[in-house]
């Protein structure tokens, strides 16, 4: 039970992270230059943080 939640958060964040991929390229539209740089950003951290606790899921558990 337990490896079918962690397989499941780590599918949900990939997609939140894949969605934050397309709202970067999203930004790369006419905006003002402040505006993207905001967008941008707010993108990166939230894919990079999404990513890392995918792979924190996926990583395999100590025993105990």
């Given at each position: 039970m337990?490896?079918?939640q962690r397989l499941l958060g780590s599918v949900?964040?990939?997609a939140v992270s894949c969605f934050c991929v397309f709202g970067?390229?999203?930004t790369f539209?006419?905006?003002p230059a402040a505006?993207?740089?905001t967008w941008r950003g707010i993108y990166i951290v939230l894919g990079l943080v999404c990513l890392a606790g995918a792979v924190r899921l996926g990583w395999p558990r100590?025993?105990?």
């Open positions: 337990v490896f079918i949900l964040l990939l970067f390229l999203a539209e006419p905006l505006v993207q740089w100590k025993k105990t």
